[in-house]
């Protein structure tokens, strides 16, 4: 991922954010090396909701992007994270719409049954 992106989206600094969307808007696609975050995972990350909002207005899709950590912290059982995502109903129907893993079953998977449960107090049908 471009440095300047990341910086700007770190700094919560909009003018430096919209410059570079404005410059090239397909840096909204760029990625992190490891982790893969998209700017949408960089942004809910460093809690910057406006911003959140905006990079979706800007750029719908992005809210069905894969981010490996995001994954990797729901095998490893964080509660505080499925917490989020339930409280994100619109981001929760994305899993609904034919994915042959959701939520559901990577917690389930990995044992964790207080997630399971509480996934399924929101979500029934993912079962």
């Known amino acids: 991922m471009d440095s300047r992106l990341y910086e700007a989206i770190a700094n919560n ?23 893969l975050s998209t700017v949408l995972h960089l942004a809910s990350r460093f809690r910057h909701f406006k911003l959140v909002k905006d990079i979706i207005e800007l750029h719908p899709e992005i809210v069905e992007t894969v981010n490996k950590k995001l994954v990797d912290k729901l095998a490893d059982g964080h509660l505080d994270v ?9 981001l929760m129907d994305f899993e609904e719409d034919g994915i042959d893993l959701n939520a559901l079953h990577v917690t389930a998977a990995m044992g964790h049954t207080d997630i399971v449960q509480n996934i399924l107090e929101v979500r029934p ?3």
């Open 82 to 90: 499925v917490k989020l995502m339930m409280n994100q109903s619109w």
């Open 13 to 35: 600094d909009r003018g430096a954010f919209d410059n570079l969307v404005q410059d090239n808007e397909g840096i909204l696609e760029q990625r992190t090396d490891y982790h």
């Open 125 to 127: 049908n993912f079962a």
